[in-house]
């Protein structure tokens, strides 16, 4: 991803997970207020190209509402995924405050900085956010043997 693309992740992250957890509560729903139409309604034609099945139509909307939480929880799963980059306490500290949906100013008020250094560290975090960071989970360096040799 690029660092536009993480930036506006690190801007959507609250609401998106909020999303999320709403889109996921109203999902487990079966379709209340799903009824026939009865009386005249019932005899006239459907308008052309539209389906007149509202368990169909209900269907339809509910697949676009999985997709749009999928395409969330993906924005999502990748900013946490790359959160072990960022090592130094003050980025970490801004980026979590970030992620809360909280404001430069607010950040800096309670950091005591300013707004203008809050922006610089966000976009230092951006730039470690963006490097090259292989997509798998995180695994401790001390794990990571590197003085083994082959046996080939």
Request: glycine share 6%; proline share 4%.
């Amino acid at each position: 991803m690029n660092k536009k693309e993480i930036e506006q992740i690190l801007k959507d992250y609250h609401w998106m997970i909020n999303s999320i957890k709403i889109l996921r509560d109203s999902m487990k729903d079966a379709g209340e207020g799903l009824t026939a139409q009865y009386g005249v309604e019932a005899s006239l034609p459907k308008p052309k190209g539209v389906t007149g099945d509202p368990i169909y139509r209900e269907y339809l909307r509910r697949e676009k509402r999985w997709k749009k939480i999928e395409q969330y929880e993906r924005k999502v799963k990748m900013i946490q995924d790359r959160i072990h980059v960022i090592q130094d306490e003050r980025e970490f500290e801004v980026l979590h405050w970030l992620l809360d949906g909280k404001s430069y100013r607010w950040i800096a008020m309670h950091m005591g900085l300013s707004h203008s250094h809050i922006r610089r560290l966000k976009d230092s975090i951006v730039e470690k956010l963006a490097g090259d960071v292989p997509n798998v989970p995180y695994v401790p360096k001390d794990t990571i043997s590197t003085k083994e040799k082959s046996a080939c």
